[in-house]
């Protein structure tokens, strides 16, 4: 990967509806060029996929929570399609700590949230932390250039 590529990366991060000329015109290099990178670069699997960022308050989704759950390993086999199949669940990570599993999640109500938290309980203890709000986005993540790399990766 070279600072061309880090380019496009940036760029699709930014805005993934980016036409091919005008990466062509960042990058100092034609459209078919890009186009070619851009595909090494999914079958890489750096560019996993493209999503829109939806603005979940104007969907009438006004609750984003964070809910841990402390699950037993032999639960995963069970929770991982349960969790899979619920479209309010943004993100499951399984973490360190005394809860193994951290869900980010959007609903339209606490009453709605509150349901599903208990659906979640038959899995084990919860811990719910409710946004009031959000001081940085979802965002990309803006990589450095070469040089940058260098000195990152020496320290």
């Given at each position: ?13 930014a805005?993934?509806?980016i036409?091919?000329k005008a ?14 990178r ?5 079958k ?12 979940f308050?104007?969907l009438?989704y ?8 402390q699950?037993?390993p032999?639960?995963k086999?069970r929770?991982?399609?349960?969790v899979a ?5 943004l ?17 339209e ?11 979640l309980q ?15 986005p ?5 990589l ?12």
């Amino acid at each position: 990967m070279d600072k061309t590529d880090l380019k496009i990366l940036n760029a699709l991060q930014a805005d993934a509806r980016i036409s091919l000329k005008a990466l062509a015109d960042q990058c100092f290099i034609s459209s078919p060029a890009i186009s070619a990178r851009i595909t090494r670069l999914k079958k890489s699997g750096i560019i996993r996929d493209y999503q829109a960022n939806l603005n979940f308050e104007k969907l009438n989704y006004h609750i984003k929570a964070y809910i841990q759950l402390q699950l037993e390993p032999t639960q995963k086999e069970r929770f991982y399609p349960f969790v899979a199949g619920i479209s309010n669940i943004l993100e499951c990570d399984c973490v360190t700590g005394e809860y193994s599993q951290i869900l980010k999640v959007v609903f339209e109500s606490t009453q709605a949230l509150d349901e599903f938290v208990n659906q979640l309980q038959t899995f084990g203890k919860t811990s719910t932390q409710i946004v009031f709000s959000t001081s940085v986005p979802n965002r990309g993540l803006t990589l450095p250039d070469d040089h940058d790399m260098t000195k990152t990766s020496h320290q």
